[in-house]
């Protein structure tokens, strides 16, 4: 029992930390729309996931390197985006997170329809920003490149009004007080459990990167459970999509994305040898999502070896075999107000829900779109 209030009151703290002192609201001093944060949502008497037939839209979720900061951008057909605030950042990484910086952003449904965004804790250009005196948070010697230690967790049912909560990982679990890093958090739902369910990577000291997963609380602020590794091999950047009875894996190892398969959630995955993307060069953040209306599958990912970086895309139907689909702007997938977005994710949106963001934005994705 002692165990367990002692476990409680890390948890607590490490929450307390981190979140005192930020920024409750992010709307602009010019009067622009913005989002919300706010200490506790209310859930909406009817708030369920939406049924298959009133999808309609997508939502798509990236970062930029040049701001360390979050955007989110809508399609109404999958193909051509357009981001809502201008290709201005929605999310500021300087109030939001303990290093000034988000990145990695991934945004998942619920059960309860409510949306859940997460983000790394990191501003690689920190000291050129003047958040701090050094290159990294620690030395790059014992903690390796980019370290840090806090994952931001957010929750909304309109995609305007958020909870926030900026967790660190090594405060709520001493038993990860050396972590080199918290990167790429992503969240499913586990049916099983009936819980949402966190996965990130996670590299101890400067050793290999592995990914770990943990159950939040109902009001996703935090980690219930101490993180325990998911997938065997090593790797970054994992994301997980369940597919009919199959959960699909897509990491990332030496630059490169690789597929692996499980029947269940947490454990099993077995992995395919071959490269899936067809890049040349090095890749990094795979997300999958579905064409509505059709048992097609995209592949996004963050071709960040290219000069520019773009986004790829590559589409399948069976998992086996992938129709490359080009580079932002440079195939069939377009955007309209914005370039070069990073290590993104794209979820679907009702109608209803779609017009209301595109309405409180004030933009017109089906002229832009034309």
Known sequence: MKKIISQALLISLALFIITEGFSQ?????????????????????????????????????????????????????????????????????????????????????????????AMTDLHIFGQRAGHRDTQWERPQEQYGWGNNRAIVLMKSYDLIHWTHSDFRVDKAFPELGDIGCSWAP????????????????????????????????????????????????????????????????????????????????TQGY??????????????????????????RWVLMYDVYGARPNNMGFSETADFVSYTHLGHCNEGVMKTTNFERPKHGAVTHLTMKELKAITDYWNIDIWQENK
């Open 270 to 295: 077995i992995s395919e040898p071959n490269r899936i993307d067809p890049e040349k060069v090095s890749t990094e953040a795979p997300n999958l999502f579905r064409r509505l209306g059709t048992d």
């Open 25 to 117: 609201t992010d709307k602009g001093d010019s009067g622009k729309p913005g989002i919300v944060i706010v200490p506790e949502l209310h859930k909406p008497g009817k708030a369920r996931m939406p049924k298959e037939k009133k999808l309609a839209g997508y939502l798509m979720v990236y970062f930029k390197d040049q701001t360390q900061s979050a955007y989110m951008a809508v399609s109404h057909d999958g193909y051509t985006f357009t981001d809502l605030n201008g290709g201005e950042p929605i999310f500021d990484g300087t109030k939001l997170a303990e290093q000034k910086g988000v990145r990695d952003p991934h945004i998942a449904r619920g059960p309860d329809g409510a949306f859940y965004l």
């Open 186 to 265: 992503e969240t499913i739902y586990d049916d099983q459990k009936g819980k949402m369910m966190v996965y990130f990577t996670i590299r101890v000291g400067n050793g290999d990167c592995h990914i770990y997963y943990s159950y939040t609380d109902d009001a996703f602020t935090r980690l219930e459970t101490m993180p325990v590794r998911l997938y065997d091999g090593g790797g970054i950047d994992g994301d997980i999509t369940k597919v009919k009875d199959k959960y699909h894996l897509f990491i990332v190892s030496d630059a490169k994305i690789f597929h692996a398969v499980s029947d269940k959630l």
